[in-house]
Each structure stands twice: as C-alpha cells, then as structure tokens.
C-alpha cells in the first residue's frame, strides 16, 4: 500500500498548480508506512489525487512529484523519462547531434524541467556526466546508468556525486567512472571554440553549459576590444570574445587549476588575441583598476550565486552592487558590462533593479541593448520559477 501525503486546508498550494514540490509546512498529514526515499501519493485536503513522488523527511521539500497520473514508478518509467529528455536534446540541436560525432556540450536531463527532479545528466562530446542529488532520485541511479547506456552508448560515463548539496538529503559525496575508466580531460566545441573540461574536477559536472549561448552571442561586441574576463572559470567568455576578435584578454579568477584549463585551451584555439591570465579574487583587482584609472572596452562578470537561499538575498545584493559598481567604473565611456546572476533566488527584477542602482551610484548611465537566460538545453518550466535561475545581461555603458 503506498503512503500517502495529505495536504493542508485552506491553504493556495502551487503542487496544485502545476509546480512538483511540496514543503513539509504544506502537509497536514502522511498515512501509511514508508521509508525515506519511497514512492508516495501526494492528495489533497479531501483525499483526490493529485501526483506521485518521491519523500524524504529529512528535507524541507518532504515531496517532490515525478508524474499527476496514476502510473507505476520503476526503471521503466525512469528510461522512459531519460529517453523524452534525449529526444527534446535531439530537436533542438538536430545539426550537431549527436554530441559524440559533433563534439558539442549539451545538458541532457535538467531535473524539475524534464520531471526528473534531482537529476543532472550532461554530455560532454559523448562522455557523460551524471548526478544524482537527492535521496529519491539517488534510488533510480542504477536505472540511470542503464538508460544513459542504452540510449547514448557514450565513450564514457562518470558520477559527480561531490555535491555537497547530497548532504542536505542525508547522502554522502562521492564520485568516479562508471565501469571503464577514461582521461577525465575531455574536449568540447562552442559555437567553434574548443575547450578542455575537466569532469573529474571541474566545477559542477565540470564546466558550465548554461551560458554557451550567451557567450557566442556576444562576439559581436568584440573585435578589436580590450576585455577584462572577472571570475572567468576556465574561460568561456574570454575565448568566446577571443574568437570574436579581441585584441586583449585579461581573465581572473581565484582557482588556478580553472586557469589552468584556460590556459590550456587557449593552446587549442589559433586566435590572434593576448591573453593575461590572473589567479586573483575579482572584487580586489576591480577595485586596483579603478584605483588605476584602467579602463577596458568590455567587462563581463560571472560569480558564482551569491544568494543561497531567499534569507540571504539582501546580503547577495549587497555584493552583486558591489561587483558591478566596481565593473561599471572601469568600463571605457561607451563600452560593454555583460554581467550575469545565476542565483536562483535572486529575482529578475532585483538583479536589474541592483545594477541601475550601482550604475547611479558610479555616476553612470547605462543602455540596456539584451536580457538572456540559460541555453535552450536548460528549459525553463512554466510555473516553475526556480527553473529558471540565470539571468545575463547586456548593457553599455555611457
């Protein structure tokens, strides 16, 4: 008998509405035995059906919905959902599939968005990455890897299951190769760029795929510019403006072994550009410039996510502020802030909201030319907000 999770009266329940998670604050009640991890029914205050799920009590998310019918779930269904995932990949990139033979970097299963809540499956020119980051998707990891298998025949697969995310549902972190072992050094094409990904290492699954297309569409703004990279990674944008003609690249970041990578995959690319490579924190080597009156033609800012969870939004502000007023003042009258938030709980709103506010306190006008978000292979769920978490920005500053 599958347990069931009963939610509250009176209550306006988004579950309801369309979104796949339910608080432990929204349930009034679970009948039936289970055990952490278990498939159970989610029903309303009057006992009509409304999904099924996975449960942990251990998390603030008690529920999170794998389908609304009245359906089995085993490993059938887990491939079957794997096998949907693909095939929507396949669609939108039918001139580069399949990523083996093109060489491309594409996200395949981006969890809530192909209704396979906590799980993140990427491939990386046929070697894929995988993880599993909750409890309730942890127990299909086998079914997974079979349906990775079958579907994709990849040259290889590895498990990042380093998150520390995984401890928040009672998981441990590990990570390594599923089954034959391969140099985790592995080699992608952006839009045209080659680039050296670490999936061993790397942050995340090893690179950041969500902002492949913001990157290619910014060339334009390149030619010939003196660009400053901030928080670079091992650097997507700065070879993206590379291949877009940038006479200059300064890049930071506080990781060296990202730098390395940069570095590296510099090498790979023949680009009439200068690059300057800095193992440095951002904030500190913005503030010189400006100390310096250095100006660069193109500023782009990529931190990681600064709000991690809605109560710590107004700190995350105050920093997003801080990093763009500093980037702002550096940019040459009439040059480019590419600046982006990939903070979940960060509104859009209140990321342009921060900008113009730092803008007016550098005593800078700023032209807002684009609003981006993540790559199509990110898709974004309707009435899922958190699904779409990047925002990426376009202005110049005058």
């Not at 099924?52 to 887990?78: C, H, K, M, V, W």
């Not at 990674?233 to 877009?244: E, H, Q, T, V």
């Not at 193109?298 to 990681?304: A, E, R, S």
Request: net charge negative; hydrophobic share 40%; proline share 5%.
């Amino acid at each position: 008998m599958t347990a069931r999770v009963e939610l509250k009266p009176g209550q306006k329940h988004r579950v309801i509405t369309g979104h796949p998670w339910v608080f432990q604050t929204e349930v009034s009640s679970v009948e039936g035995s289970f055990e952490p991890g278990d498939v159970v029914d989610v029903v309303d205050s009057k006992g009509r059906f409304i999904g099924r799920g996975y449960i942990n009590p251990a998390s603030q998310i008690l529920t999170r919905l794998l389908t609304r019918e009245d359906e089995d779930i085993n490993e059938e269904f887990i491939i079957r959902r794997l096998e949907a995932a693909v095939l929507f990949r396949k669609q939108i990139y039918s001139d580069k599939w399949p990523p083996e033979s093109s060489g491309i970097g594409t996200r395949l299963v981006f969890s809530e968005a192909d209704f396979l809540p906590g799980l993140v499956v990427d491939d990386f020119g046929g070697y894929v990455v995988f993880q599993t980051l909750t409890l309730g998707m942890d127990r299909w990891k086998d079914a997974v890897i079979r349906g990775i298998t079958d579907l994709l025949a990849p040259k290889g697969i590895y498990e990042r299951n380093d998150a520390p995310v995984r401890s928040l549902e009672g998981l441990p972190e590990i990570a390594g190769f599923v089954g034959q072992p391969f140099d985790p050094l592995v080699e992608i094409d952006e839009n045209g760029v080659r680039h050296l990904v670490d999936v061993a290492k790397g942050q995340k699954t090893g690179y950041f795929l969500d902002q492949q297309e913001n990157r290619s569409a910014v060339r334009w703004l390149a030619k010939d510019k003196k660009v400053l990279d901030a928080f670079s990674y091992s650097g997507g944008f700065g070879l993206s403006l590379a291949k877009g003609g940038a006479g200059h690249v300064t890049a930071i970041d506080v990781s060296e072994a990202a730098l390395d990578l940069f570095q590296a995959s510099v090498k790979l690319n023949q680009l009439n550009t200068e690059f300057q490579l800095r193992a440095a924190n951002a904030f500190d080597e913005l503030r010189d410039y400006d100390r310096k009156g250095e100006f660069f033609d193109v500023v782009v800012l990529d931190p990681p996510a600064f709000a991690r969870s809605r109560r710590t939004v107004p700190r995350a502000l105050a920093g997003y502020k801080e990093i763009n007023l500093r980037a702002i003042k550096v940019v040459r009258p009439g040059g480019f802030l590419i600046t982006s938030s990939c903070s979940q709980h960060l509104l859009p709103a209140e990321f342009e909201g921060v900008i113009e506010d730092a803008a007016r306190d550098a005593g800078r006008v700023l032209r807002l030319l684009e609003r981006r978000g993540q790559a199509r292979d990110h898709p974004v769920l309707v009435g899922v907000p958190e699904t779409e978490y990047l925002k990426c920005r376009i202005y110049q500053v005058l």
